[in-house]
């Protein structure tokens, strides 16, 4: 099942190769504790994978298709939203799967009449991802086949031992934010293996065909999964609004 809004993206005709984006949503806010699942939460005043969705159809990102990835009994909720906020902005919906392998490569099946490009599979609860993340990991995706965005931990890591524990070089360690972006053809022949337990993100999915490259995320391109994630979103969504504002 799909649906469609009404107006067309904007496309630069510059755009050397199409661009597609694979946007997963399919929380369903228990670590929230909330009410709702989390991709509808309010983030002044707009569900979250509005705020997402915005972020990828913005002319600078030149996007030719977007594909938003709900639990098929999420589809009626979404589309009140869509009426309640006024959104004309042209995107798919499509039913996820049990996992998130299996929603990501539903995803990919709804983009089947394209014969190649470059895909992004971003997570609907990241709503601050910035223009410049985007860009990037796309364009390294177009040098390497496969990208992903990733920052380092701030923290020091230690890994488990059956007695204990042991240091790890953090200086080694990337933090995997999305968005992750591939060769179209390359992500289609990762999703036609089998799934394996130790998938955890597309990139794992694809690794074992193209190494995968790494770009520089961002702090602030948090992903919304408690209580304390959506109040620094707020802050960090206020900070931002008011320094567009003219001085």
């Keep these: 099942m799909t649906s469609t809004s009404t107006s067309a993206l904007p496309v630069s005709s510059s755009a050397a190769v199409p661009r597609y984006a694979i946007l997963v949503a399919g929380g369903s806010g228990s670590r929230m504790g909330a009410d709702r699942p989390k991709q509808f939460l309010n983030l002044l005043g707009e569900p979250v994978l509005l705020h997402t969705l ?88 177009s040098q390497h086949g496969a990208a992903v965005a990733a920052v380092a931990p701030k923290d020091s890591v230690r890994g488990l031992a059956q007695q204990g524990s042991y240091a790890l070089d953090r200086s080694r360690l990337r933090l995997v934010q999305t968005p992750q972006c591939f060769e179209l053809n390359l992500l289609r022949r990762a999703y036609q293996l089998p799934e394996l337990p130790t998938f955890t993100d597309d990139a794992s999915v694809v690794e074992d065909l193209q190494p995968i490259y790494m770009v520089a995320g961002d702090y602030r391109n948090l992903k919304i999964t408690t209580p304390e994630d959506l109040i620094v979103a707020e802050a960090l969504l206020r900070a931002e609004q008011g320094a567009q504002q003219p001085q």
Excluded at 113 to 122: E, I, K, N, R, S
Aim: proline letters at 5%; hydrophobic letters at 45%.
């Design 54 to 141: 915005r972020r990828f159809t913005d002319p600078a990102v030149q996007l030719a298709e977007c594909v938003v990835v709900l639990p098929a009994e999420q589809f009626a909720t979404w589309e009140q939203l869509c009426q309640q906020h006024h959104v004309t902005i042209r995107h798919r919906v499509v039913a996820g799967g049990e996992t998130r392998w299996a929603s990501v490569r539903n995803g990919l099946a709804e983009l089947k009449q394209y014969p190649a490009g470059l895909v992004a599979v971003h997570d609907g609860v990241r709503p601050l991802v910035s223009a410049v993340v985007i860009e990037q990991t796309f364009a390294a995706a």
